[in-house]
């Protein structure tokens, strides 16, 4: 079952989701391809540290995070991915790397790859290591409130 604070959340805000139980797995790709999710399509939840402040980032499992363009983007003079030791105690409900990408409900900023889908379904961890998430990125947009950002590499196109 997704973490009560998320689950209670979307049934308190009558949103639409569904939940696929997977076998435990604990990378974005690995997740995306054991539930038969596109790789742009499957949300993953990044922790970052800006100025020294903890942000969640949400990226395509398929984008790599680019902390140069995060640190820009977001006006942060330093911009650190956050280590375990500095954020699993901020999601008491979760399992450590299993956090949904609903900073919203910890109290922490989001911001959103231009890369995440505009469109469409988008599927997430709920929490834990064996369940994702699946709902509109309407509805994820809606309550999430993500400032969307340039957060990920891209290669440079010439010619």
């Not at 939840?45 to 969640?56: C, E, N, R, Y």
């Not at 977001?74 to 979760?94: M, S, V």
Request: aromatic content about 8%; some cysteine; hydrophobic content about 40%.
């Amino acid at each position: 079952m997704p973490c009560r604070r998320l689950k209670e959340y979307l049934d308190r805000e009558k949103v639409k989701y569904e939940v696929c139980r997977h076998s435990r797995a604990f990378t974005a790709q690995e997740i995306a391809a054991r539930t038969h999710t596109k790789g742009h399509t499957f949300a993953k939840t990044i922790i970052v540290l800006l100025d020294g402040k903890p942000a969640m980032l949400v990226l395509p499992a398929s984008k790599m995070v680019d902390l140069e363009n995060v640190r820009l983007a977001t006006g942060a003079k330093r911009a650190f991915l956050a280590g375990e030791h500095e954020f699993k105690e901020l999601f008491p409900d979760c399992e450590v790397g299993a956090m949904p990408p609903f900073g919203n409900l910890y109290g922490m900023e989001v911001f959103a790859a231009i890369r995440l889908p505009k469109d469409g379904m988008i599927s997430f961890n709920s929490g834990t290591h064996s369940e994702v998430l699946r709902m509109s990125v309407k509805d994820f947009e809606k309550l999430v409130r993500p400032k969307r950002i340039k957060a990920s590499w891209e290669p440079m196109v010439t010619g």
